[in-house]
């Protein structure tokens, strides 16, 4: 019976907080969500308290915590990895996909399909040392922009979900990046505009090669996928790298939706995706997309008590 | 100056604490560079002083935290296990290498070999959920007995290991298990012996696959190596699941050997080897050991300045 009172009482007046810890959300449903499901989790009269350890919490990065068009953020640093390393490659002029990229030729790149990809990826992630490698994209991202929107990349992370995110943590919720982009390419900047540390930022990989230089060890980068952290990778990731199921899962395309539902096996847990619905502010996209497909589990979503974020209404500013 | 002073003064006697924080430990050189260590690690006056964020200490755990002989306790876990399956399995009475484990044929079961060996693994470690193997060990873990000691193998662990953990922590150390061993086989208990949390065990892993069974997402263990945590495997693994650099290391044998360079790497790092030197009370083993050998790891400890604990010296218990 109080149990059942804290329920009626305290976790749905969650809204009355005199200091708003998600002061760039709309009141909204999907708000009301989220400061419900927070208020109970660490409430222990609540019958959906959730004991602290086993406060974990996993978000998707592109397009859930930072923006993703008009390409993944990582592809635009490859492609500026190119121009770079040019100099030191001069046979690049006459060979594709390189001459494509160096001319900004966008159908020539597209022409080049996977295998292009593949081969822009191999020169630009492998063949250095993991602390190489750290160096070039702690370069890059303080100094590189947005091709469009002429910003630095760091600045086009979500305030909304930035205020999420140390709500959830001042609530004794451990808060993971499980991502389908590089681990390492990742874990050089999440600490610092995220807040999220090396040891809770996990995603795909290269495989690695230990070795002795001159009797120093170091870890080279191979031309070689060790893991793909997308759709039934992001279960086997969190298997693997957390070994506890998550109880709040944050994702925005269908590339989450095995992770959305992995979390959703247990009761009392929370399933929230990013809808990007603002074309103004953003980029409006989601069934047709190129990249950041969602369709699947938008359907899936919306026939269960899943949250589903509105980016144009329930978001009051998009960037910090 | 200042740091100076404090190197020569508080770092050097730092073995005047009232209370002990490991009384299981004689007062030995190894007791001392660990208690220094930790000392000067904490204390930001000085030299060595490191950062809380960076307090990584890693820990093998077969022979460095609970004891591997006669056979890593894991592959006695498979041994038990074809036995409990052996009723499911009529077959298994004229087939090697389960014969020989049925009939405890020490002889039968050497000479199967290797391969005899993946088979014994992939029938007690594959072929069933994540949730199903995590309830197998446990259920083993509460009720096996080690074979000559009689004991369970959960009181097979070192006590003066358990104060270090607890000691470490105290003073702002994350914990972890890098281990040969399974990941899956170590986090059933890892936490409730050792206080090690699951996101903090890692270790060697076969390959999962996420199902959806009657619309209930499960992972299925295959018969197939993901990921060998050992030797060069260790740095790897600690590149991958942590992403930050050890600044502790604690290890038993060559298969530690990368992991203890690699955190050697740093400056103002502690690398501990946990020498098997008491036949009476534990085993006794190292340079010509068939698990667990220590030679080359040994030498170049004994060539550097790392610290080797010398366990019949240098711990009054072995065991809780």
Known sequence: MKQLLCALVLCFTSMTWADDPLPSWEESPSKEAIVNFVKCATND????????????????????LWSEQPAYFQLLFALDRI??????HPEWKEQQPFKAVLENDREALLAAGKEGLLKIMAVTHSGMTTDEFSEIVRDWIKTAKHPTLQKPYT???YQPMLELLDYLRANGFKTYII??????????????????????????SVKVKYEERNGEPVLVRLPEINFIDDKEGKPVGIHQFIGRPPVAAFGNSDGDFEMLKWTARQENTLQVIIHHTDGKREFAYDRESHIGQLNEALDYANEHDWTVVDMKKDWKVIYP
């Open 155 to 157: 600045e086009l992370i």
């Open 179 to 204: 991502s389908g982009g590089g681990i390492d390419f990742l874990r050089v900047w999440a600490e610092e505009i995220y807040g999220i540390p090396p040891e809770q930022v996990f995603g795909s």
């Open 83 to 88: 121009k770079a390393m040019a100099a030191d």
């Open 45 to 64: 009269g609540c019958i959906k308290y959730i004991e602290p350890e086993n406060r974990i919490a996993v978000f998707d990065n592109d397009g859930t």
